[in-house]
């Protein structure tokens, strides 16, 4: 069965530090993954994702991920972490023919100044 | 586009009352979904629709039904509200199902059960 794994419940960067959050999926085929962000007391939006191609993906908010396929993994990184980057980060992983989107448990980021 | 909304805010219930929590969409979306958020359990999805008339079940059905009549309408319905059901639940909608599609949420609806 298809499943994602978030191994950090929660990290804490200073601002201006590199961030890198974990992400590893388990599924057969070449997955489409994703990155979602919520930020306090909102729904989800889309940070990026990735379907084929190129296997570095650049997102929104200067985010951007890789995906190793020899990994199983889809990490998530930001050179220059800000104050307003502090949120929880849910990696989901889809799949052809699927109506189904798995996420995984997420990664609360604090950010101390 | 307002995107998708969802009604109430926030709701309190007593154990076996019902209620139905509302969620539209206005991007003429063929796929809705509903999730609950439990803190450190992730998204879970409940239910969810492919097109209008159409839906099946997610990983955790159990005490919720919902029907598609409109293309913009996916309600979810609690029938008899349990502690259990104490929860963040989320609607999202996406051009068509699975696969490569980006899904939008709502910004949550937030139950407690007493």
């Known amino acids: 069965a298809q499943s994602v794994t978030q191994p950090d419940i929660h990290i804490t960067v200073s601002e201006g530090a590199s961030l890198e959050l974990r992400c590893n999926y388990s599924?057969?085929?070449?997955?489409?993954l994703f990155w979602y962000v919520q930020s306090p007391g909102q729904g989800l939006q889309l940070l990026l994702k990735?379907?084929?191609?190129?296997?570095l993906v650049q997102g929104i908010k200067g985010f951007e991920a890789e995906f190793k396929r020899s990994q199983s993994s889809f990490n998530l990184r930001k050179p220059s972490v800000h104050w307003s980057d502090a949120a929880e980060y849910f990696c989901?992983?889809?799949?052809?023919?699927?109506?189904?989107?798995?996420f995984g448990a997420g990664t609360r980021l604090f950010v101390k100044a | 586009n307002a995107g998708v909304t969802q009604t109430p805010k926030f709701q309190v219930l007593k154990t076996g009352q019902s209620m139905t929590l509302q969620c539209a969409q206005d991007?003429?979306?063929?796929?809705m979904s509903w999730y609950r958020q439990d803190p450190g359990m992730g998204l879970r999805l409940i239910h969810y629709?492919?097109?209008?008339?159409?839906?099946d079940q997610g990983e955790v059905p159990n005490g919720y039904n919902v029907s598609r009549s409109t293309t913009e309408d996916f309600p979810l319905r609690l029938l008899s509200a349990a502690p259990s059901q104490t929860s963040v639940y989320f609607c999202?909608?996406?051009?068509?199902?699975?696969?490569?599609?980006?899904?939008?949420f709502g910004p949550g609806t937030r139950l407690l059960v007493l």
């Open positions: 999202a909608s996406s051009p068509t199902a699975g696969g490569p599609e980006t899904q939008y």
């Open positions: 599924y057969g085929a070449t997955p489409y």
């Open positions: 990735y379907f084929s191609g190129d296997t």
């Open positions: 989901a992983v889809g799949y052809t023919g699927g109506f189904k989107t798995i």
């Open positions: 991007m003429n979306h063929e796929y």
């Open positions: 629709s492919v097109g209008a008339g159409i839906t």
